[in-house]
Nanobody, 125 residues
């Protein structure tokens, strides 16, 4: 059984920081691609960052390259997303996702078969 649960969202002012966490059930981090996505009302879900624990590789979306950091906390068994210097355009529902090993790294939501419920991030000016 695979389950994903996000936490750490909230309302902050521009320039602040948040650390989002994704708790994973099923102990899948050693075999699955793990990723963070975000979505605003009326828009498609977009990839933020993807991590492969096996290959040790990380891929970021262009907008996330400088201010977003994806990491795996092996002690807590979570996938974390640190967001620094938050901007109003970062406001979105942030989702954790997992894809099977054969899917490969992708910032598209298509290969991902497991999703959390999301955690809301709201950034005010």
């Amino acid at each position: 059984l695979v389950s994903l649960a996000e936490s750490g969202g909230g309302s902050v002012q521009a320039g602040g920081s948040l650390r989002l966490s994704c708790a994973a059930g099923g102990n899948i981090y050693n075999r699955y691609w793990m990723a963070w996505f975000r979505q605003t009302p009326g828009n498609e879900r977009e990839g933020v960052a993807v991590l492969s624990p096996v290959e040790g590789r990380i891929v970021y979306a262009d907008f996330a390259e400088a201010r977003f950091i994806i990491s795996e906390d092996k002690v807590e068994n979570t996938l974390d997303l640190q967001i620094n210097d938050l901007r109003p355009e970062d406001s979105a529902m942030y989702y954790c996702a997992a894809a099977g090993p054969a899917a490969g790294a992708s910032l598209s939501p298509r290969p991902y078969t497991f999703w959390g419920q999301g955690t809301q991030v709201t950034v005010s000016s």
